[in-house]
């Protein structure tokens, strides 16, 4: 293959991804003195990355098959606007084959390994072939060319169970699944490739031993065309919900320096062993002693900025070089490690609902600015929608300090100072996860928020005076906000009356809590606020994103955002969520009835998992949604008979939308 057409400097680079990542490209392409060109679909109009590149092309409908993983439109696009070279990001097409050498047949440069490389260390089943044979220690599994049940059944029982169902193609755990017996393999098998070909393409398994208790840690490689390969160092990704990374963090505080030395030789082995060109991931599991090649991933990684941050090198930068036919910047032995980074993937999904994705618009979005040791990579803003058509992850924030400890600190300072709504978020589980002892021990495995999840999506506390007090701060400093500019208001002077004493009551509840009051004293003298048998002394000043509230002569810091009745506050106690009840009356609360089985979110119906006139037991599958790339398992909320299913697999339904009903026993 003819190296000049592989290798070579260009101009314009079309970024064949969306959110984040295409973000994160286009900085570092536009700092270089490259123009820039998006890709997006019809509901990624207005979205974040389509506004920062120099030129935007429409790829077809939301449907990522019909746009951006649509490789004729892909090309199509970079001939209309003269890119020359293609980045791929992560997921989508980044590890597809067929991608990369069609940007080669059309004259693109990929930003990339070649397809050769990427077909030999891409597939998992592949690139454990290859290890074995290069002497690299392996996981034992399956990595067979036969795919039919009877060998995929006969190799799982061979390993011994548990073991591990996994796509051969792709990952972020889609088209992964943990098989404890016999009796659970069939079925994972086919949930697993069902979800594995909706996302890759590609329904190939393979069979892996589970490893009790795992570790799982990362080396980063990349190469050049010269030859030169370098690793740069070795991230912990060990923090996993559903096999999908949450927290990563460089260097591992898992490893010693002789034992971080060994799995960065095998990483570079690893590679080597196809003579790799680009960046990419050799991932290992350990389970406390030995270290085992799991696979390796053939693009950048999401949790690429914690290497970035502990090198001081821009990732993104060595590829596009690497892309240009030059030589690596540095040698292996002038790479340098500084400090500990450690990075916290924002998602828009409520982890107390089993990471339920959650869609629609972003009213308010408050993430500190970068510096000081925080770095936020993000792909929305506020008034961006989030749809159910793509990967739920929002932003990622990442912390470098020198030591862990206070890395972990300063991520989780920045975590509690943001503020995201009209969708929900995994924030306030961020910040219980790193800050849990276990996890600032490092005495974690992959399985550890699926066992402390009740610990870490406890509920809020109830608010307490403090939180009554910035309610009613909140209501007031809106109404100032709301008349500002007007002299004549009598809001811009609080407190404000002609003549007398007033006051004004004000009832909140938080959640089904009980109501709890609060009065408003104001007129002439200060103003204060009277909960049960205590008067405090009360005065706000605006700040950014909220007010300053002062009880008593105590000033606190407060975060607060309005939406009709509901309030939402930030205090030095936490997030609360509270409802101003109408002093006219008229609350009414509608509770929908248990026995619906509805659509949590839009989606598509993949598979109906019972039959009309079925018993079904408390908890038992009904029927499987594709949301968001992810598959959305609903059940019977109690024992009972399927009386209805009123869908079909195939259909696409939206929030909401009625599927089945199930009647309780003996009605």
């Known amino acids: 293959m003819d190296r000049s057409k592989l290798y070579r400097r260009f101009r314009t680079l079309l970024i064949a991804n969306r959110g984040e990542i295409a973000c994160r490209v286009i900085r570092t392409a536009r700092a270089m003195g490259l123009r820039t060109v998006a890709v997006y679909s019809e509901v990624d109009r207005d979205a974040m990355h389509v506004a920062l590149a120099d030129e935007a092309v429409l790829l077809g409908p939301a449907r990522a098959r019909d746009s951006y993983l649509n490789v004729e439109r892909l090309i199509e696009a970079a001939r209309k606007t003269g890119a020359e070279a293609v980045h791929p990001g992560y997921g989508f097409l980044s590890e597809n084959a067929e991608f990369a050498q069609a940007c080669f047949d059309a004259g693109l440069v990929f930003v990339g390994p070649t397809a050769a490389m990427m077909t030999a260390m891409g597939s998992k089943s592949g690139s454990k072939a ?10 034992p599994g399956y990595h067979g060319d036969a795919q039919d049940d009877a060998t995929l059944a006969k190799a799982a029982e061979k390993v011994g169970f548990p073991i591990l169902v996994k796509a051969s ?36 398994m393979l069979i892996e031993k589970y490893v009790d208790n795992p570790r799982h840690i990362e080396v980063q490689i990349i190469g050049d065309s010269h030859g030169n390969l370098v690793s740069l160092f070795e991230r912990e990704c060990t923090l996993q919900r559903r096999h999908q990374k949450v927290i990563e963090e460089a260097p591992s505080p898992t490893l010693n320096p002789a034992q971080r030395e060994t799995v960065c030789a095998a990483a570079r082995k690893a590679a080597g062993a196809v003579n790799y060109v680009g960046a990419g991931t050799i991932e290992f599991v350990s389970d406390g ?37 030059e030589a690596l910047p540095l040698k292996q032995d002038e790479i340098r490690l500084s400090g500990h980074a450690i990075e916290a993937r924002v998602y828009a ?4 609902k089993n990471f339920m994705p959650s869609v629609g618009k972003i009213s308010t979005w408050r993430l500190p600015a970068d510096g000081g040791g925080l770095r936020i990579d993000a792909g929305y803003r506020e008034g961006d929608s989030v749809s159910p058509y793509y990967d739920a992850m929002l932003a990622k924030m990442i912390a470098w300090a020198p030591t862990r400890d206070v890395a972990i600190e300063r991520l989780n300072r920045g975590l ?11 924030i306030p589980f961020l910040s219980a996860l790193i800050t849990h002892p276990d996890v600032r021990a490092n005495a974690i495995d992959t399985g550890f928020i699926e066992r402390e999840l009740p610990v870490l999506t406890q509920a809020a506390p109830a608010p307490g005076e403090l939180e009554l007090c910035a309610a009613v701060a909140a209501i007031i400093h809106d109404e100032r906000q709301a008349t500002q500019g007007d002299a004549t208001s009598p809001w811009q002077t609080f407190g404000w009356m002609p003549v007398g004493r007033r006051q004004r009551k004000f009832a909140f509840r ?28 009360f005065a706000i ?6 007010f300053d509230l002062t009880l008593d002569g105590v000033k606190s810091q407060v975060a607060a955002v309005i939406d009709g009745h509901e309030l939402y506050l930030r205090t030095r106690h936490g997030r609360f969520e509270l409802h101003w009840v109408d002093p006219f009356g008229g609350e009414t609360e509608e509770q929908a009835g248990v026995d619906k089985i509805a659509a949590p979110l839009p989606g598509t119906v993949v598979a109906v998992l019972a039959e009309e006139g079925a018993t079904l037991a408390k908890g038992a599958p009904i029927l499987t949604l594709e949301v968001m790339k992810m598959e959305q398992t609903l059940r019977a909320p109690f024992a009972g008979v399927l009386t209805s299913i009123k869908c079909k697999v195939g259909d696409i339904v939206q929030e909401g939308v009625e599927l089945a009903v199930v009647e309780p026993a003996g009605e």
């Open 130 to 139: 290859l290890m074995e044979k290069a002497g690299v220690p392996l996981v």
């Open 169 to 204: 193609a792709g990952g972020g755990g889609r088209g992964m699944r943990i098989v404890r017996s016999a009796d659970e393999l069939a079925p994972a098998i086919v949930s697993a490739k069902r979800e594995a070909k909706a996302a890759f393409g590609d329904d190939r």
């Open 289 to 325: 002693k030995d270290v085992f090649f799991i696979e390796m991933n053939t693009r950048l990684q999401v949790e690429h900025p914690v290497t970035e941050m502990i090198t001081g090198i821009d990732l993104v930068e060595w590829q596009l070089r690497v892309a240009f036919g």
């Open 349 to 352: 999904e409520n982890p107390a």
């Open 416 to 426: 509690d100072e943001s503020d995201v709504r009209g969708i929900v978020t995994n």
């Open 510 to 537: 938080g959640g089904h809590g009980t109501e709890q009051k609060i009065t408003l004293n104001y007129g002439s003298g200060p103003s204060t606020l009277v909960i049960g048998e205590r008067e405090l002394a």
């Open 541 to 546: 000043a605006p700040k950014d994103g909220g």
